[in-house]
């Protein structure tokens, strides 16, 4: 099978959530490798929903990991999708088309075709495949894969994530946090505003200091990634017009660079604001819910993996903004970057879709990887 052939068989699993059900996903792409001669392992991390984890070439050196995820978001609304049904793929003037066929089905594809080439050769470093539940669903599985050690820095010395990136090399990658903050004040009637605390004017006075945060941060910038973020994405106060709300929410996104990383930002940042408007204002009350925080990714430009695919595919890398499944490779002493067919921009969308063209280039380029690193 080819890698449009591939796709087009994954895609026709509905791996979409929540609530998502990969393992039938998996169990095909478990059997696939299982035919070629990997030995597999299928993880279930919750009722029907599992990563699979092939190994060729095991007890040589370390050497290279091909990952992606296996899961999908919503189709959405099916009367906006015009070419194809969601899991219905179509391949029409030179694109493919269906639910993830960029993100990331497609770019699986090309790795297993890969995989599928080099199955007879005689490896030199051992060739590992992840394909992961959850990434864009809800539960990010490869942490598992890394808890229960089914990928060491023994077996792996780098790792490649597929996620569509036009084929561009990403080493560095921002951090992806955020919290909550509950402001608390005291309700009145409208007519009697000095009876009451007004929790939204608090809010905003924690949001003037938040932009005066984000002016500091401005003034650091990374080559690659710019400026840390720091966002208001969501406001809540208030239920009635007449009353004076009681209590306000602020749902804060930040985005780091490599220079910045938790838990300085959530314990650090945002209480500094807090302490400071107490300080000012008694009656300023509030508390610090942090959300679950990925540190950015930040591996070497000169390294080994980098340098490798800079001498194939003749580019530089770049730096993107948000964050994806290499950081939890790197922090477990596998390096990890993203390289994969497909454009980000159509990931997500109705007729979501990516280029044969892509396609070929994706499969060509780890075809070159995996032949200089491990045969």
Known sequence: ???????????????????????????????????????????????????????????????????????????????????????????????????????????????????????????????????????????????????????TPAEAKYCVIGEPSLMEIIPVHKGSGGADIMIHGRASHSSKPELGINANQKAADFLYELRGLQEELNKEKHPLLGSTTVECTLMEGGFKANIIPDQAKLTINYRLIPTHKEPEVSKGWFTSIIEKLSRNDPEFKAELTSHRASNPLDVPLDSEIVTTLKDILGTEPVGEPYYTEAVSYTSAGIPAIICGPGSIDQAHTPDEYISLEQLSLGYKTYKELVKRTCL
């Not at 026709?12 to 609530?19: A, I, L, N, R, Y």
């Not at 299982?34 to 984890?53: H, K, M, S, Y």
């Open 1 to 151: 099978m080819n890698a449009v052939e591939i796709a087009k068989e994954l895609i026709k699993f509905d791996t979409s959530g929540p609530p998502t059900q990969e393992q039938p996903c998996a169990e095909w792409i478990r059997d696939f490798l299982d035919d070629i001669g990997f030995r597999t392992t299928l993880q279930v991390v919750e009722p029907g929903r599992a990563n699979v984890i092939g190994k060729i070439g095991e007890g040589k050196e370390p050497g290279l990991v091909l990952s992606g995820h296996i899961d999908v978001v919503l189709a959405g609304d099916p009367d906006l999708w015009k070419v194809s049904r969601p899991f219905e793929p179509v391949e029409k003037e030179g694109y493919l088309y269906g639910r993830g066929a960029c993100d990331m089905k497609g770019p699986d594809a090309c790795m297993l075709q890969v995989a599928q080439d080099y199955a007879k050769e005689d490896y030199k470093r051992q060739l590992t495949m992840v394909f992961t539940a959850g990434e864009d669903t809800g539960g990010w599985f490869v942490d598992r894969v890394i808890e229960d050690k089914l990928v």
